[in-house]
C-alpha cells in the first residue's frame, strides 16, 4: 500500500507516520514530491494498519496498490524520476546521448571513438569490458584491464562511462570504475545480482531481457529499488519474436506504456534491437517521437574488424550525421539534443 500524505507535511510529521509503520514491522520508501510526500509501504496488506494509518491526522489517505511492482510504479511517484550525475540530467527535457564500441578492445580504440563521439554531442561513453558472449569462442572481454581503459576515456575526454556488470561479484569492482553500471538483458532477472545493485548508490541502466514482459522488466526494476537505490534507468533493446531478418524485434511501444506505469526514465538502443547499422537510424528517430529519454548506440571506427557486433554498429562520422538529424526530431516532441 501507499501512504498519501497532507500536502502539507512536514519532515517532522513524515517521521511520525514511518515510524509508526516500521513499529507496525513494515518496511518504508519516501516519495517526496514538490506538493506532497508518498510512503510507499512494503509487507503483508493488513486492513487494521491501513485504518490506523488513516486515523492518523498527518495522512491524506491508504492506496492498496494491485500491480506487483510498487516502488516503480506511477501510484508511489506521480511525477518522473530524474537522474542527475554530475552535469548530465537524465529523465528531463535534455535527451541523453550514450555511445562507443560494443566491447573494449584496446585503448587507443577507446580513445579515438570517445573523441569522436564527444564531438558529435554524446555525453556517454559505453563499451563493455565484461561481455556477456552467446559462444564461449567468441572473444570475452577484456575485464579488469578494459575498466582501466574506460576509466582513461573518462579522464581524457570527460565523457561519462556506462559498462555492464555480469554477476554480484564483481559489482563493487565495476562501480569503481562506471557512473552508470549496466544490467544486459541476459541478466535481466538474475535476482543475487539485482539485490547487490539495490545495495549501492550508483545509477543502474537495466535493459530488457530478451524475451522479458514489461511486468517482468519492471519487477526486475522492483528488486533494484526496493533496496534502497532508486536510481534505475531502463533500456529497450529489442524482444526475441519470430522474425528472423531482424536480430530482435525493437518493441517501441514499450516507451510510452512504461512511461504510463512508470517514474522511471527509459531510453533505447537501437543497435541490438535491430542488429542492423542501417536500420539504426530510422529506429533512433522513432524512438525520440515515441518518447525515449535517450539512445544508447553502438559506433566503432571499423565496423568491420569489431571484435563483437560489427554489423550493427555505425562509423563515427554516421554516427556524427544522425545526431545532427535528430535534432530536429528531438524539438518536433519537445525535446532538446
Ligand atoms: C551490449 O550492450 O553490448 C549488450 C550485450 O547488450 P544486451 O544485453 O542488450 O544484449
Ligand atoms: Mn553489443
Not at 219 to 233: F, Q, T
Not at 283 to 306: C, K, T, Y
Request: charged share 25%; with cysteine.
Amino acid at each position: 500500500m501507499i501512504v498519501v500524505m497532507n500536502p502539507g507535511a512536514g519532515k517532522e510529521d513524515v517521521e511520525k507516520v514511518t515510524t509508526k509503520l516500521q513499529g507496525m514491522g513494515y518496511g518504508v520508501h519516501l516519495s517526496t514530491g514538490e506538493n506532497r510526500t508518498i510512503i510507499g509501504v512494503i509487507g503483508q496488506r493488513r486492513e487494521e494498519a491501513a485504518q490506523a494509518m488513516e486515523a492518523m491526522p498527518e495522512v491524506e489517505r491508504v492506496v492498496f496498490i494491485s500491480r506487483p511492482f510498487k516502488l516503480a510504479g506511477r501510484d508511489f511517484h506521480p511525477d518522473d524520476t530524474v537522474i542527475e550525475i554530475g552535469d548530465v540530467v537524465i529523465g528531463g527535457p535534455n535527451l541523453v546521448l550514450m555511445a562507443g564500441p560494443c566491447a573494449v578492445e584496446s585503448e587507443e580504440q577507446l580513445l579515438e571513438v570517445a573523441k569522436t563521439i564527444k564531438d558529435a554531442g554524446a555525453q556517454i561513453f559505453r563499451g563493455g569490458a565484461y561481455k556477456p558472449r552467446t559462444s564461449p569462442y567468441s572473444f570475452q572481454g577484456l575485464e579488469k584491464t578494459g575498466l582501466e581503459y574506460l576509466q582513461k576515456v573518462r579522464e581524457q575526454t570527460g565523457l561519462l562511462i556506462v559498462t555492464e556488470v555480469m554477476d554480484q561479484f564483481t559489482v563493487d569492482e565495476v562501480a569503481g570504475c562506471a557512473d552508470i553500471i549496466q544490467v544486459g538483458a541476459r541478466n535481466m532477472q538474475n535476482y543475487y545480482l539485482l539485490r547487490e545493485l539495490g545495495r549501492i548508490r550508483k545509477p543502474v541502466l537495466l535493459k530488457r531481457g530478451l524475451s522479458a514482459t514489461i511486468e517482468e522488466w519492471l519487477m526486475a526494476a522492483e528488486y533494484i529499488l526496493s533496496g534502497g537505490n532508486y536510481e534505475v534507468i531502463l533500456c529497450e533493446r529489442g524482444i526475441r519474436t519470430f522474425e528472423p531478418y531482424t536480430r530482435n524485434t525493437l518493441d517501441l511501444s514499450a516507451v510510452p506504456l512504461v512511461k504510463q506505469l512508470s517514474h522511471l526514465p527509459i531510453i533505447v538502443d537501437p543497435s541490438h534491437g535491430t542488429g542492423l547499422a542501417g536500420l539504426v537510424p530510422a529506429m533512433s528517430r522513432a524512438a525520440l517521437a515515441a518518447g525515449a529519454d535517450g539512445l544508447m548506440i553502438e559506433v566503432h571506427s571499423n565496423p568491420q574488424e569489431a571484435l563483437s557486433d560489427g554489423p550493427q554498429s555505425l562509423r563515427p562520422d554516421q554516427f556524427a550525421a544522425l545526431l545532427k538529424e535528430l535534432k530536429g526530431v528531438a524539438l518536433s516532441v519537445g525535446r532538446i539534443i
